[in-house]
């Protein structure tokens, strides 16, 4: 996996240090093979953790302490779980496990890992003004973290452990481990569901079975004894209706944390957790200074800065100064109580030459801010006791796009395999791709990635320089800002996967590897819909035409202008699709392939999968 060239930095953690060798000698299986897969699809380990939490020590001893156990996409301090915590009238000590081979493995970005500490540094100084440690430890291997974890919690002689859910295979089978061992010592482990507003296996049919994908046959895969929707316009339809028939449950407001007594400051034990720093970095995943100044600026840390950004959505006008890698709370935002950018989410949500979008998935996908809040935000805007969630507003189709993230997160809990690398739709396995990453135990394993290293189309399209403007604007700006809106990850994506016939987990791992708010769930997502493999997903023949949605998605031009600076000077149809004379004078490359034929050759490898 490629990684940012590395700062020497003096706070690096020692067991970091030590592990550098490790680190590099760590290769993870990316993608299962079909028969794996399977295997755990038919057993999944969602119902193991719960019943393993359900046969949690009922009544352990009083210990302590309490110990809450924090996850990177949980940074805030409002959680039902750290509540329950503090009912036991113990200390509570906050615990975060960085693991450099977990990060590895999900190909996390260095931007993502650099915002995870950011905001771990603010949350340990405003849980320390509530007399509440923050202790951050790190662990390599990451197969024996649920060991650490134990021994640590035992260390605080702690008895109950609290914490959120996460939905990876890799991470339940971990907590189901954790479960096992606190079991054997006698210590309850609590683990509850937090991620979405309506958990995974409320959402059903009527008949409790899933619909199958743009068909009226019924597919059964089960979960907890109930089935999974895996189209996601019903699937919608019955979250919006389950979320309104409960508002006060699902969209419940938690309080902030209760301090400590002071007392816990002269504890033996406890007292010099205050002391023990968040570390700047994680090594393999630093950055280089200059990138470190940018992404504080464009992406601030904290849940004040991620509420101020929410409310600017809510009641100010986009703006076409916006739009590029610059401060989201820069000055200058007009308020409006008739135009703010979330009433006109429905008109101008795929413009990118604006900042249309409410630049909130970081924050979202770090757990930083609920979508929970989001929703609740919206119910205040309209003074209303009822969630709008219609494809004829703009705030009903923001919540919606809300909705997406349950509905995949649903999907990852309901078909594992599409977090082991699999597509969902397993007859599309045989596809032929021009840059095909295969299950490692298979012949063709790694045949086009080179042991990582690019060929020329694909390095051609990271760099933004496939002759295609809008996708190379979207590539560029990945490169620079960490993120892009969501349109334009779609455009590029579909070019990648039918344009240039490249295999969809290709540009899923580019993608996880470059982007802040990167979310295994809504990132295989959107990848697999874009490659017309996934849940729900796009007809293969409905392959996008990246010159027409150009017009649409950029209809002033100034995004393309803004990211490719050689193409400036165009103005109208032709900065989207430049002839061959203006681009050679611009020092424009031309394009990679020709549209018409590339999408007779997707059409015919879709059509008849394994032929070329």
């Known amino acids: 996996m490629a990684k940012h060239a590395r700062d020497s930095n003096p706070r690096l953690s020692p067991s970091n240090k030590r592990s550098r060798t490790t680190h590099a000698s760590f290769r993870p299986n990316k993608v299962a093979t079909q028969e794996a897969a399977a295997a755990v699809d038919a057993d999944p380990p969602l119902p193991k953790l719960e019943a393993a939490v359900k046969g949690s020590v009922e009544s352990p001893a009083k210990g302590e302490s309490v110990v809450y156990w924090m996850r990177m996409a949980d940074l805030r301090s409002r959680r039902p779980s750290l509540s329950e915590a503090q009912e036991q009238k113990l200390p509570l000590i906050v615990l975060f496990a960085l693991s450099p081979q977990d990060y590895i493995a999900h190909d996390r970005s260095a931007r993502r890992i650099d915002f995870t500490l950011r905001n771990l540094s603010k949350l340990k100084t405003s849980l320390a003004d509530l007399d509440i440690p ?197 000055p200058g935002a007009e308020e409006s109580d008739k135009a703010s950018r979330i009433l006109k989410y429905d008109q101008e949500r795929d413009r990118a030459d604006r900042d249309s979008t409410s630049g909130l998935s970081v924050y979202l996908s770090s757990g930083v801010l609920s979508i929970r809040e989001c929703v609740r935000a919206t119910v205040k ?6 969630v709008e969630g219609g494809r004829n507003s703009g705030i009903g189709r923001w919540v919606q796009e809300l909705a997406w993230r349950d509905f995949y997160t649903c999907v990852l809990v309901g078909y594992p395999r599409v977090s082991m690398g699999r597509p969902f739709l397993e007859k599309f396995s045989s596809i032929v791709w021009e840059d095909h990453q295969a299950p490692e135990d298979s012949e063709t394993a790694d045949k086009h990635i080179d042991g990582g290293k690019d060929g020329e189309v694909l390095r051609r399209w990271k760099e933004g320089t496939t002759g295609v403007p809008i996708v190379d604007a979207t590539m560029r700006c990945i490169k620079e800002m960490g993120w892009v809106h969501n349109r334009m990850r779609m455009i590029t994506a579909m070019f990648l996967t039918k344009d240039l016939m490249f295999d969809w987990r290709v540009g899923e791992r580019y993608f996880m590897e470059q982007l802040i708010d990167g979310d295994l769930a809504s990132n295989n997502g959107g990848w697999q819909w874009s490659a017309s493999t996934g849940v729900d997903p796009c007809p293969y023949f409905r392959i996008f035409n990246p010159y027409s949605q150009s017009i649409k998605a950029d209809p002033t031009g100034d995004f393309i202008r803004y990211w490719v600076p050689e193409l400036s000077k165009l103005r109208g149809s032709d900065v989207h699709n430049p002839s061959e004379s203006a681009a050679k004078k611009l020092g424009y490359p031309l394009p990679l392939v020709k549209h018409a034929e590339a999408r007779d050759r997707a059409l015919r490898r879709f059509k008849n999968p394994g032929e070329k």
């Open 381 to 386: 805007l309209l003074d209303s006791d009822k």
């Open 134 to 330: 923050l202790h951050t430890v790190t662990h390599t291997p990451r197969r024996t973290m649920a060991d650490r974890i134990i021994s640590t919690i035992i260390e605080f002689r702690c008895t109950s452990l609290y914490a959120n859910m996460e939905y990876e295979v890799d991470e339940l089978c971990r907590d189901l481990q954790v479960c096992e061992l606190a079991k054997d010592k006698g210590i309850k482990a609590t683990f509850v569901h937090n991620k979405c507003i309506v958990e995974p296996g409320v959402i059903l049919t009527k008949d409790n079975r899933t619909y199958s994908v743009r068909s009226s046959a019924i597919v059964k895969s089960i979960i907890r004894d109930v089935h999974f929707s895996k189209v996601y316009s019903p699937y919608q339809r019955s979250w919006l209706s389950e979320l309104n028939s409960n508002i006060h449950y699902y969209l419940e407001d938690y309080p902030k944390p209760k301090p400590n007594s002071t007392s816990i400051r002269k504890h033996e034990k406890f007292a010099s957790l205050f002391d023990t720093p968040v570390p700047d970095a994680v090594e393999g995943f630093e950055l280089k200074e200059a990138d470190r100044k940018k992404m504080r600026e464009i992406f601030p840390e904290g849940e004040e800065a991620a509420a101020e950004i929410l409310w600017r959505f809510l009641t100010t006008k986009s703006r076409t100064s916006q739009f590029g890698a610059v401060n989201p709370l820069a």
